[in-house]
C-alpha cells in the first residue's frame, strides 16, 4: 500500500508563509507527476498546482502568484510553498502522487492521496 504523507501545515497568521512537504515511504516522486490539492470547510477538493517528473510546473489561474510548487527528487518530497496567506487560505492540503500534468492542468491519480495538513490562517 503506498503512502503519501503531507506536513508542514498549522496555525499561522495573515500574510505569513509556509512551504508544505509531501512525501511517500515506497514510491518515487521524482518518476512520476505530483499536484497539490485543498479543500476548505464545506467546500469541494481544488487543484492549486503540479509538478511533471521532469520539473515543470503548471499553477491553476486562481492560485497564481502566491503558490509555488516544487520537488527534491533526492529527498524524494515535493513542497508547496504559500506566501502571503489569506484567512480564505484555511483548508486541509493534499498532495497527490503519480498525476499526470497538463499544460493547463493535472490528472491525479485517485490511489495515491494522502490524509492532508491542516492549514488554519487567522486575521
Known amino acids: 500500500q503506498v503512502q503519501i504523507v503531507e506536513s508542514g501545515g498549522g496555525l499561522v497568521q495573515a500574510g505569513g508563509s509556509l512551504t508544505l512537504s509531501c512525501t511517500s515511504s515506497?514510491?518515487?516522486?521524482?518518476?512520476?507527476?505530483a499536484g497539490w490539492y485543498r479543500q476548505a470547510p464545506g467546500g469541494q477538493r481544488e487543484w492549486i498546482a503540479g509538478?511533471?517528473?521532469?520539473?515543470?510546473?503548471v499553477v491553476a489561474e486562481a492560485m497564481k502568484g502566491r503558490f509555488a510548487i516544487s520537488r527534491d527528487n533526492g529527498k524524494n518530497e515535493v513542497y508547496l510553498q504559500i506566501n502571503d496567506l489569506k484567512p480564505e487560505d484555511t483548508a486541509v492540503y493534499f498532495c497527490?502522487?503519480?498525476?499526470?500534468?497538463?499544460?493547463?492542468?493535472?490528472?491525479?491519480?485517485?490511489?495515491?492521496w494522502g490524509q492532508g495538513t491542516q492549514v488554519t490562517v487567522s486575521s
Open positions: 509538478i511533471a517528473y521532469g520539473g515543470r510546473t
Open positions: 497527490n502522487a503519480r498525476g499526470t500534468l497538463y499544460a493547463d492542468g493535472y490528472d491525479p491519480d485517485r490511489k495515491y
Open positions: 515506497n514510491t518515487t516522486f521524482g518518476l512520476y507527476g
